[in-house]
């Protein structure tokens, strides 16, 4: 049997997890709770839900839900029965401070489902000072559950040790990670400014192959380029026209490597990863290159081969293929080593 100090290690390992797969950076007032008690167990608030409220994480962590409610039956209203059916939903709430203070809020109910589609978690997200557009409480609570589901049914091989360990790569630079033993390669790992690049949330990207940032424009050469790659698992790099989810355009500089790992014990007999003698990742960095594409449009408008004629832009362009590398290698170094731990 579990001891006392046991679940309390584990709440708290899981607690640092949720912590860091939700990039949980203190702004953002939420909280994950359980429905698989007959109450709603608190597993996880935000820094800012704690600092707003007034209480301590390890005050709330384990609690039923209705300490932060004036109600005492969850299931008596609006937000009750869309727990009960695994729905989500936007309404009011009103939460209390830990001094008895009322808090009105809205609130985005969302479900997190586990693998086989049941409703085992719940996010709420708040917003207590009316200062967020619907959109962003919307993109806040899809972008939580993505977040979850990925880190809790794993889209991929990908495990918690492996997630932990790419959070360790410099949050300053955008990669992802596809899993290329899936069906049609889908992300399974974006890094926040790959996010911050493409304007896309971790809910629109995670599980989806990565041409959703391709359009009328990109060069179907390129593209056809990528495509080789990745049927063959060779490395390669391209610079295209990737197009962002407010449809705005920029110059994508991409550096893709493959990271072929031996297969897993876990891994199914007959499945892709096994076939192929171990699974095969993608890595690959992103870097927004417009405004050496501008310089270079010009420079060739000017007449002659324009890199040449720009020493700095060569020393520049040439700075990012190594910085590139250096993360793909450096991405593709962890994945082995957990691999090898596994
Ligand atoms: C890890 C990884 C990252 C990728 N990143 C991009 C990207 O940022 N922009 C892009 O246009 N294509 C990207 N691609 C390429 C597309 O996902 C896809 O492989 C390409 O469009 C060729 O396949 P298709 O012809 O089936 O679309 C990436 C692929 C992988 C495996």
């Known amino acids: 049997m579990m001891s006392v100090s046991n679940m309390k290690e584990d709440q708290s390992q899981q607690y640092d997890d949720f912590k860091k797969v939700l990039l949980d950076k203190g702004s953002l007032h939420f909280l994950i709770h359980t429905m698989c008690t007959?109450?709603?167990k608190v597993i996880y608030v935000s820094e800012g839900l704690v600092d707003f409220l007034g209480y301590s994480s390890k005050e709330l962590i384990g609690q039923s839900l209705s300490i932060l409610r004036e109600f005492q039956?969850?299931?008596?209203?609006?937000?009750?029965?869309?727990?009960?059916?695994?729905?989500?939903?936007?309404?009011?709430?009103?939460n209390k401070g830990r001094d008895g203070t009322q808090h009105a809020a809205k609130v985005h109910l969302i479900p997190i489902p586990d693998s086989q589609g049941f409703v085992p978690l719940f996010a709420q997200i708040f917003?207590?000072?009316s200062s967020l557009q619907p959109h962003e409480l919307d993109a806040a609570a899809h972008d939580i559950s993505a977040r979850l589901q990925a880190h809790l049914n794993g889209y991929s091989r990908i495990t918690l040790r492996e997630t932990r360990l790419l959070s360790r790569i410099p949050h300053c630079k955008a990669y992802v990670v596809a899993d290329a033993s899936l069906p049609d390669c889908p992300l399974v790992w974006c890094s926040t400014p790959f996010y911050d690049i493409c304007g896309y949330t971790a809910a629109e990207c995670i599980g989806?192959?990565?041409?959703?940032?391709q359009g009328a424009d990109t060069d179907q050469m390129e593209v056809a380029r990528l495509r080789e790659s990745?049927?063959?698992?060779?490395?390669v790099s391209?610079?295209?026209l990737n197009y962002r989810s407010d449809g705005s355009t920029f110059w994508n500089h991409i550096y893709m490597l493959p990271v072929?790992?031996?297969?897993?014990p876990e891994d199914p007999p007959g499945c892709e990863a096994v076939r192929r003698g171990g699974g095969a990742y993608f890595v690959a960095t992103q870097y927004d290159v417009t405004r050496f594409v501008e310089r270079a449009t010009a420079l060739l408008v000017e007449g002659g081969r324009a890199f040449e004629r720009d020493p700095d832009m060569v020393a520049e362009l040439q700075a990012l293929d190594e910085m590139q590398r250096d993360i793909n290698s450096g991405i593709r170094d962890i994945l082995h080593e957990a691999a090898a731990a596994a």
């Open 38 to 40: 007959a109450e709603s």
């Open 260 to 264: 072929l790992l031996p297969p897993r």
């Open 127 to 129: 917003d207590h000072h």
């Open 73 to 94: 039956d969850p299931y008596s209203d609006h937000l009750g029965s869309a727990l009960r059916c695994g729905h989500e939903l936007v309404t009011d709430v009103v």
């Open 230 to 235: 990745v049927q063959a698992l060779t490395p």
């Open 238 to 240: 391209s610079c295209l």
């Open 208 to 213: 989806r192959n990565c041409r959703f940032l």
